[in-house]
């Protein structure tokens, strides 16, 4: 097995201060990346800002000789997003990782959501990651390398109680690996996605001590590096990622069947009764692009 290693690679992490994002941040380091900690600090519900968190990361890994910088933008503005990308070429001339990973939470449940708690997360998690990744692509298209991870999670791509916001939001982070993954394939941009678990302050009141104690933030590291490294060829992609964990998820697209020749009208009661077939995921796969969903409809189109 070959090394991975990232010498004279740039990494940017964003919420790098705390939980997965520092262990990323240490990780690349470790492995001779150059990497800017991106973190304003604050509360796990975005509230209030607190430079120490990026400054504690890169003391760690300036302590042990590798080379960090921090950066204390939000990554919820167009404005931020450009600075901690410009942050990366100031200090060290380029960037060529991104690891969208900021985050925050406000857990409610439907009725009790409020607009700045819908606007709040999704500024931070869907806004934050296309802020920042829109210049970092501008860099990376330029000179046909980058490699970029986006946070999704299991609440998104499977659902949970109480967290519309954050759910809605994560699966946005899927969407948007679509579009960068398909628009980056030529200039050797790839885009994944990660659905990790892992003991964390946004996990540490959700599940018991036994369990968190065995869901280190460390096991979450290899798969992104991995993701980020220079030989890997896979983009737009999903990988759940627990404990030793790691599996692939999908959105998946089955045969289903075609009523009618698409001339004539169709009638609810058509559906129904072909609702075993329409239901079913038998043969259902991944596809390359919304064209290759048009294939099914050979015959009518
Ligand atoms: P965490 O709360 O320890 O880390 C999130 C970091 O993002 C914090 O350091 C925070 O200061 C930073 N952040 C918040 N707003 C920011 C902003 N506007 N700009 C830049 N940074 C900002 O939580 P954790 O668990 O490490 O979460 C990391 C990512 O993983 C998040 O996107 C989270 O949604 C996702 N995730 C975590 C899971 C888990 O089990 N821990 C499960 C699924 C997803």
């Known amino acids: 097995m070959n090394d991975i290693r990232f010498d004279n690679r740039i990494a940017i992490v964003t919420g790098a201060g705390s939980g997965l994002g520092r262990c990323y941040a240490l ?53 931020g997003g450009k600075n901690i ?37 999704m500024n931070v998690h869907v806004k934050g990651a296309f802020c920042v990744t829109q210049p970092a692509f501008a860099v990376m298209k330029e000179k046909g390398y980058g490699r970029i991870v986006n946070t999704t999670s299991g609440a998104g791509l499977y659902g949970n109680f109480g967290q519309a916001n954050y759910i809605a939001a994560k ?38 001590q036994e369990m968190l104690a065995k869901l280190k933030p460390e096991f979450i590291a290899p ?3 991995y993701l980020c490294s220079e030989n890997s060829k896979t983009s737009k992609m999903i990988f759940n990622c627990a404990a030793g964990w790691f599996s692939r998820t999908e959105v998946l697209c089955a045969q289903g069947t075609v009523i009618g020749d698409g001339k004539r009208d169709i009638a609810p009661e058509e559906v129904a009764d072909a609702w075993d077939i329409i239901a079913s995921l038998e043969n259902a796969r991944p596809l390359s692009s919304v064209v290759e969903s048009f294939s099914y409809l050979s015959g009518v189109l």
């Open 27 to 79: 990780e690349f380091a470790k492995r001779g990346a150059r990497v800017v900690v991106n973190d304003p600090g604050g509360a796990l519900d975005g509230s209030g800002n607190n430079a120490a968190a990026a400054d504690k990361v890169v003391a760690e890994i300036t302590a042990t000789g590798g080379k960090a910088v921090a950066s204390y933008d939000s990554v919820a503005s167009v404005e």
């Open 85 to 121: 990308v410009r942050t990366a070429v100031e200090a060290f001339g380029t960037v060529d990782i991104l690891v969208n990973n900021a985050g925050i939470l406000r857990d409610k449940s439907m009725l009790k959501l409020t607009e700045d708690d819908w606007d709040a997360v």
């Open 171 to 208: 699966m946005a982070l899927v969407g948007l690996m679509n579009s960068v993954a398909t628009e980056g394939a030529k200039s050797n941009i790839l885009c994944n996605c990660i659905a990790p678990v892992a003991a964390s302050r946004m996990t540490e009141n959700l599940m018991p």
């Open 223 to 225: 798969l992104v590096l």
